[in-house]
């Protein structure tokens, strides 16, 4: 635990201006980023006497190491520079909110030259017009089912859509009049996008004049006694009913607007926002975060308001947008969004009418989620810290492991040997922080070695980081081991060796230049930054005393160790003859399992997808010169390597950019390959003949 007076800046050095501010621990991260109108004053208030600092503030001061600011003109500058820090290093005491899922919104690929309605999650797109966010996806496929009978917009993903165009002749949505099937030119690009843009300005709101256009055709159809054609109009209006159906309105003057409601007990708050658009509520979502700051309902408010409005421009943004309460810069907050919008954007709190009885009904249901919220937390954060609590016991440990790493080796029968580590933090997965790792230092079956330059390369990086921020002054004295090769954690694909002989220090920078060329210290989060409290190993005593090996030759004593054994679930730890034995309902040994197979899974995964990679490769890999682009170019012009195995040398310079030499090389790289074996369906025995997708990336 720091002393806050060990770092506190030096009185006069704190400018008197607007700026935001970062608190970083002794790792050099970034754990706290605020803003403030007058950062003097603000950084003044965490100094003071810790007894009289809010509990959560006490725990950021004690935890950081360091502060520093940047000055700003205005304080929308500082609003826009905190939301993008805060994004930038996911700083651990900043309130955060996360979905509780992937919303999904109706979509419009206006940027494509037949736009398409279809259901998107994820990250918004440039040049795409969302609808929503809904709460169930089917929810949007019933009213785009409705609509698609007056707009009868293209549906199909592009795969169907060229095949239509190919074949002419177009889907089953196309036959029953729901497509206005362009792929078959039906209608012209010109056409389809006008139906795209009345379907947009439908679901924008603007309903009205749409279906009193309708009403006015029905009528002018049945005085010319086209009955049938009065009918289908008839129909369309009705389907246009239904699908605003679904949508009631709530606001008689057809306003736009976000209502933001919150819901907050000491621990935890819950943000619920109702979208309305056109009067009608077109979308709900809802965000649960636990309250890691000092922070009021105005301050939730503004941190929300940064979440949904901070990656969004133009109408995305509404006109007027519904809080409790308003945030301390509520001026800032309301240019910032208009900035934002492009015209101005209203920021209050509703005081009477509708839209008063809106926010409570908003209020209610943000209520309620926390309630929901709170009871599935119950159970299982009992659980989570009771497991940890079980295996802190059972291996002896000073407190309970709050960050536990997994390793599992993974081969078939000694090729393709490959690592994984997994980390789980209180009990769950992180899965962000998994490593892959290839085993380079040997060839054949040897887990127990494998396991030794594992964890041995991983620890070095710890070591490493700790060196580089000057953590770590001992460094010379430690151990050295002459005889083996330095490595890297690294992704597939991107293997790092050092020649044998070289120290570990030598080795670790040599690896530093090959992976971080240029990296400073900038608090983002780091690969092997952050030691463990327990590794676990998958197997037995040892592949146990091989990792504990490997942590004594680099001098690290406050790590665990203990191996989980699939065949009787023991618990081995080092040093000892006898495994720890969990009971079966044990739920310290229940997460032990979970860590483990995810290890196991993990690395299957990766080992699988290094051996299929190996067996799809085919002749062409070996010539040189012939790069990817220029072998997709040959493998479609003759439709498979079969084929252009026969070819001649003559037939190969026909394909477009290849040269009578790059032939001869195929031709050659083919004549001293074997024969590769034919490909099986296992299923049903069938052969299958070569093609491109099946013999080559």
């Known amino acids: 635990m720091a002393d806050p007076s060990s770092y506190r800046p030096k009185p006069g050095q704190i400018p008197d201006s607007p700026g935001v501010y970062r608190f970083r621990d002794d790792h050099r991260r970034v754990i706290y980023v605020g803003k403030a109108k007058s950062l003097r004053q603000r950084l003044a208030n965490y100094f003071q006497d810790l007894a009289g600092l809010h509990p959560r503030t006490r725990t950021m001061v004690t935890t950081a190491a360091s502060v520093e600011w940047t000055v700003v003109s205005t304080e929308v500058e500082a609003l826009q520079l905190e939301y993008s820090w805060i994004k930038e290093y996911d700083p651990r005491f900043n309130v955060k909110y996360r979905d509780d899922k992937s919303y999904p919104f109706l979509a419009v690929t206006l940027n494509e030259e037949f736009p398409r309605?279809?259901?998107?999650?994820?990250?918004?797109?440039?040049?795409?017009?969302?609808?929503?966010?809904?709460?169930?996806?089917?929810?949007?496929?019933?009213?785009?089912?409705?609509?698609?009978?007056?707009?009868?917009?293209?549906?199909?993903?592009?795969?169907?859509?060229?095949?239509?165009?190919?074949?002419?002749?177009?889907?089953?949505l196309g036959y029953i009049g729901k497509c206005s099937a362009p792929c078959v030119g039906r209608v012209t690009p010109e056409e389809h996008r006008e139906l795209a843009e009345e379907f947009c300005d439908f679901m924008a709101g603007r309903t009205g004049t749409y279906i009193r256009r309708l009403e006015q055709r029905m009528a002018d159809a049945a005085e010319e006694m086209e009955y049938e054609k009065a009918a289908r109009l008839r129909d369309d209006i009705g389907a246009l009913r239904r699908a605003m159906e679904k949508n009631a309105v709530v606001l008689a003057d057809a306003t736009d607007a976000d209502l933001i409601a919150v819901a907050e007990d000491e621990l935890e708050a819950a943000v619920q926002i109702f979208h309305v658009r056109g009067g009608r509520v077109r979308g709900q979502r809802g965000w649960v975060t636990d309250k890691v700051e000092a922070v009021e309902t105005a301050g939730l408010v503004e941190h929300a308001l940064q979440q949904l409005y901070g990656e969004e421009r133009g109408?995305?943004?509404?006109?007027?947008?519904?809080?409790?309460?308003?945030?301390?810069?509520?001026?800032?907050?309301?240019?910032?969004?208009?900035?934002?919008?492009?015209?101005?954007?209203?920021?209050?709190?509703?005081?009477?009418?509708?839209?008063?009885?809106?926010?409570?009904?908003?209020g209610r249901n943000a209520q309620q989620s926390l309630v929901l919220h709170k009871t599935?937390?119950?159970?299982?954060?009992?659980?989570?810290?009771?497991?940890?609590?079980?295996?802190?016991?059972?291996?002896?440990?000073?407190?309970?492991?709050?960050r536990i790493e997994c390793y599992d080796i993974s081969h078939l029968q000694g090729d393709?040997?490959?690592?994984?580590?997994?980390?789980f933090e209180d009990g769950l997965?992180?899965?962000?922080?998994?490593r892959r790792f290839q085993i380079k230092t040997f060839e054949g079956q040897d887990d127990v070695r494998s396991m030794h330059e594992v964890i041995g390369r991983r620890f070095r990086r710890y070591l490493q980081e700790k060196e580089r921020t000057g953590e770590w002054p001992e460094a010379p004295d430690r151990p050295e081991e002459?005889?083996?090769?330095?490595?890297?954690?690294?992704?597939?694909?991107?293997?790092?060796?050092?020649?044998?002989g070289t120290g570990p220090l030598e080795r670790l920078e040599r690896l530093e230049r090959l992976e971080q060329p240029g990296h400073e210290d900038d608090g983002r989060p780091r690969r092997f930054a952050y030691p463990p409290q327990l590794v676990v190993?998958?197997?037995?005593?040892?592949?146990?005393?091989?990792?504990?090996?490997?942590?004594?030759?680099?001098?690290?004593d406050d790590v665990a160790v203990c191996g989980l054994a699939k065949r009787l679930e023991e618990v081995w730890v080092p040093g000892e003859s006898d495994p720890v034995v969990l009971p079966r309902s044990s739920e310290g040994l229940y997460l032990l399992q979970r860590v483990r197979d995810e290890a196991h899974r993990f690395a299957i995964t990766y080992q699988r997808a290094k051996r299929a990679k190996r067996v799809r490769s085919s002749p062409l890999d070996d010539v040189?010169?012939?790069?990817?682009?220029?072998?997709?170019?040959?493998?479609?012009h003759f439709g498979s390597v079969k084929k252009l195995r026969q070819a001649t040398i003559d037939q190969i310079c026909e394909v477009p950019g290849v040269g009578r030499k790059t032939a001869e090389s195929v031709v050659v790289a083919f004549a001293k390959a074997a024969p590769a074996a034919p490909a099986v369906n296992t299923a049903t025995g069938e052969i299958m003949e070569d093609n491109g997708g099946s013999t080559h990336d």
């Open 482 to 500: 002459p005889g083996e090769p330095g490595g890297s954690s690294v992704q597939a694909g991107q293997p790092a060796e050092s020649p044998a």
């Open 376 to 402: 599935k937390r119950a159970s299982d954060l009992t659980t989570r810290s009771r497991a940890l609590e079980e295996i802190a016991e059972a291996l002896g440990l000073d407190s309970a492991p709050l």
């Open 537 to 556: 190993v998958d197997g037995g005593q040892p592949q146990v005393a091989a990792a504990k090996r490997a942590l004594d030759e680099l001098g690290i």
């Open 315 to 362: 109408d995305a943004v509404p006109k007027e947008v519904l809080v409790p309460a308003l945030p301390e810069d509520a001026e800032a907050v309301a240019q910032w969004l208009s900035e934002r919008r492009g015209s101005h954007v209203s920021l209050r709190i509703p005081q009477r009418g509708d839209k008063k009885d809106l926010m409570a009904t908003v």
């Open 624 to 636: 040189p010169g012939l790069g990817e682009s220029r072998k997709q170019s040959l493998i479609k």
């Open 117 to 172: 309605v279809q259901v998107m999650r994820g990250a918004k797109k440039k040049g795409v017009r969302y609808f929503g966010p809904y709460g169930h996806a089917w929810a949007i496929r019933e009213t785009v089912d409705l609509m698609l009978r007056v707009f009868p917009v293209r549906t199909c993903s592009a795969g169907v859509f060229k095949n239509a165009a190919r074949t002419g002749r177009p889907c089953l």
């Open 429 to 434: 997965a992180r899965k962000g922080e998994y």
């Open 416 to 423: 393709d040997v490959v690592a994984s580590m997994v980390v």
